[in-house]
Structure formats: structure tokens, C-alpha cells
């Protein structure tokens, strides 16, 4: 058996009964997760709403985990601050909602977090590459953003196989994650072409074995 995880499962609070979110947090912790994914979403960038800074606040003591937040929204930049004060401990931002990219970057940097670009399905890895060096996650979404439970799209892993060669080619370590159609059965192809992180919403809180799952992808247990 495995001891050192092959990757970093991150379930989404955006599938999780939000009327039962304190319950979902502490039930994430007791499975070898190590991140969770917060979709943050305006109803402007994307065709829904989620939730705010003040959600991401309340769970926050609920858990030692990474906090993953996903501003989908438009113009981040005017929230950076208050996902920060959150507790957030990475914030990644859509390169489609940034007009000045590497200013909204450093002030992510600037408020002491790690920081993500996001790009929808339909934009191209080249639209990041004079950013690569300043950036700590690229986040490729694998579906359109605003809902949950779309099936993945099978061309986003092309995307991952060029960040991956630009990420060895330049000696860089930002990591990869990807969000959307993400489950066992996809899991490990994921991982094997380059990803870091596997974010997963329907298919971690739908599983009945979420504990049995999460090791799976990690490749602590065989099968």
C-alpha cells in the first residue's frame, strides 16, 4: 500500500446541502481529503450564485484544511481583500474576468495567499503562459462553469498535457487542478497526465463510501 498520496482530492462545498454545511466540513475531515473547493459565483461570470466571503468565514473554524476559493465572478479584484480576511488560502481568479491579470495576481500575493488563474473550457492555455512564473495553481475547468454535475469534457486533457511539458520545460511547480466530471473513473488518467489536485463535487458527495473513494485517487489502496 501507498503512504504518500499521488494527489490532492479537494471536494466542493458547491454540492454539499447548504443547509448542512458545518456537518459537511467536519464529515470532509474525516476522510484523507486534504483541500475543499469554495465556488464562489456572482450570477454575472456565470449563470448562477453561490455564496459569499461571510459563508467562507463561518466554516473557517470548522477546519485545518486548505481553503480553495474559486472566485467566478466578475472583476475579482474588487473582492480579493475580503476572501483573504475569509480565510481563504488560495484564491484563484478567471483570466477571462481580468483585464490586468498579473495586478490582480499580486495583490493576491500581496495579501499573503497563494494565486490561481481559472480558464473556461473554451480558452486556450497559451492566454496564460507569460504568467506561469508568478502564479501557484492553474485551474482548468473541465466543464462550463455555473452548475454542478456536467459531465467532464474530454478535450480539457489536451490542456493538461500542455501545461504539464511548459511546467517541465521552464522548471516551474505551480500546480495543476482540475474542476469538473471528476471521479473514479476518470481520477487516475487525471493524475497520470499531469494533474495535481482533483476537485470533486457530485461525485464525493454521492459516493457511499466517501473515505473509500478519496484513497482510492490517492492511490493508497489498490483497485
Request: with cysteine; net charge negative; aromatic share 6%.
Amino acid at each position: 500500500m501507498n503512504t504518500e498520496p499521488r494527489c490532492i482530492v479537494a471536494p466542493s462545498m458547491l454540492s454539499a446541502d447548504f443547509s448542512k454545511a458545518g456537518e459537511a466540513v467536519t464529515m470532509i475531515g474525516r476522510t484523507d481529503a486534504q483541500w475543499i473547493h469554495l465556488d464562489v459565483m456572482d450570477g454575472m461570470f456565470v449563470p448562477n450564485i453561490s455564496f459569499g466571503s461571510k459563508f467562507i468565514a463561518d466554516i473557517r473554524p470548522l477546519s485545518d484544511l486548505v481553503f480553495d476559493t474559486h472566485l467566478m465572478v466578475a472583476q475579482p479584484e474588487r473582492y480579493i481583500k475580503a476572501f483573504a480576511e475569509a480565510g481563504s488560502d488560495y484564491i484563484t481568479v478567471h483570466a477571462e474576468a481580468c483585464l490586468h491579470l498579473n495586478r490582480t495576481v499580486s495583490m493576491i500575493h500581496e495579501e499573503g495567499k497563494k494565486a490561481g488563474v481559472s480558464l473556461v473550457p473554451s480558452t486556450p492555455v497559451s492566454s496564460i503562459e507569460l504568467i506561469l512564473d508568478d502564479i501557484d495553481l492553474v485551474l482548468i475547468m473541465s466543464v462550463n462553469p455555473g452548475f454542478g454535475g456536467q459531465k467532464f469534457i474530454p478535450s480539457t486533457m489536451e490542456k493538461i498535457h500542455q501545461l504539464d511539458r511548459l511546467r517541465k520545460e521552464r522548471g516551474l511547480d505551480f500546480k495543476i487542478s482540475i474542476d469538473g466530471g471528476v471521479n473514479e473513473s476518470n481520477g487516475g488518467l487525471l493524475v497520470d497526465a499531469g494533474v495535481d489536485i482533483l476537485v470533486m463535487g457530485s461525485a464525493f458527495f454521492g459516493s457511499e463510501d466517501r473515505e473509500g473513494l478519496v484513497k482510492k485517487l490517492q492511490g493508497r489502496t489498490s483497485g
